[in-house]
């Protein structure tokens, strides 16, 4: 059985560095479970599943499905109230790997080492990464620009090699990645494993709607565009009619609310959860509402694949790649 081990994969006991990044309202029982059957680790956000009864289910499911590694996104910023209550569960259940996202990881950490589950935390720059590194986290995501949802504004190629160089904690790669070339790219570089979303909202275990899946595969990097619109904070969608209708800006007023102390603490929550509910929408049922989250790496996807197809083509692009690469002679 042929593996690419890094200190991620060694972390893990996995085959393949390879991550299916937690999208909201993508991921599923399906997708995680077929991911790691397939020799990565699937992943999920906790809030794709509501009530939390849901989300108890759903990875009791994915447990009796694989007995291989799974993980679980939490946000952990005050406004997710579920937060203690999504760790607990999960462990319960055995889950082993806990990405965090949008705060400080401190109880994610403690909580999880007590269990022997190990936590990745999204960070963007290297001030983040230090400090989630000194709070005891696993390693550490090093979100880019050219990423899906939330991406951050530093190019990969400077961003993995940078943090990779400044830390003692395993650095994953998030944002460009969706073939085996750019994810040779950025193992080169000195990242410990890939976070792949995008080329996996164009699979088939996906229920999501399938224009959607469709935009993905038809759309070039061209097509993705920058939004505060959705939900405060910068994030990657494909500019659609509707995109371009709304603009990419929130209102004059709700900056101005957003930016106040006295009204900022009711308005994030807010803003918030109308980019979600126009994101469920978009993604779930047809709509003339299509705000689609995605990355630059759209240009690459040509096909709809299975998430076992996709892992596949990605390991085996990668050897190619490895085996054209110029050496010094």
């Known amino acids: 059985m042929k593996t690419i081990e890094t200190p991620f994969t060694r972390m893990l006991n996995i085959q393949y560095p390879i991550i299916g990044a937690p999208m909201f309202l993508v991921s599923n029982v399906d997708m995680v479970t077929e991911i790691s059957e397939a020799g990565g680790i699937g992943t999920f956000p906790a809030l794709n599943y509501r009530p939390i009864e849901n989300y108890d289910a759903a990875i009791k499911e994915m447990k009796s499905r694989t007995q291989k590694p799974i993980g679980v996104n939490i946000i952990v910023n005050k406004s997710n109230t579920r937060a203690q209550d999504d760790v607990r569960i999960a462990l319960k259940h055995g889950v082993e790997l806990f990405i965090t996202s949008l705060g400080s990881p401190k109880e994610v950490i403690i909580e999880a080492h007590k269990n022997g589950a190990k936590v990745i935390c999204d960070v963007v ?130 900056k101005v609310l957003k930016d106040k102390k006295l009204t900022k603490k009711y308005v994030v929550p807010l803003i918030h959860y109308l980019g979600s509910k126009s994101l469920e929408q978009a993604a779930t049922a047809p709509s003339w509402k299509t705000v689609w989250s995605a990355g630059q790496s759209v240009g690459l996807i040509e096909d709809i694949l299975s998430c076992r197809e996709i892992m596949e083509k990605l390991v085996s692009e990668y050897e190619a790649c490895l085996e054209k690469a110029p050496r010094l002679k």
């Open 125 to 254: 720059n290297l001030e983040h990464a230090k400090k989630v590194q000194d709070l005891g986290a696993d390693g550490v995501i090093a979100v880019s620009t050219g990423a899906g949802g939330h991406a951050g504004p530093i190019s990969p190629i400077v961003l993995i090699d940078w943090l990779q160089k400044k830390l003692s904690i395993p650095v994953i790669a998030a944002g460009g990645v969706a073939d085996g070339a750019t994810m040779a790219s950025m193992l080169t570089l000195g990242a410990a494993a890939v976070s792949i979303g995008t080329r996996f909202i164009a699979c088939k275990e996906a229920t999501i709607e399938q224009a959607y899946k469709d935009a993905v595969v038809r759309s070039t990097p061209e097509d993705i565009v920058m939004t505060t619109r959705v939900s405060g904070t910068p994030a990657s969608v494909i500019n659609t009619d509707y995109v371009k209708k709304i603009g990419l800006d929130l209102p004059w007023y709700l």
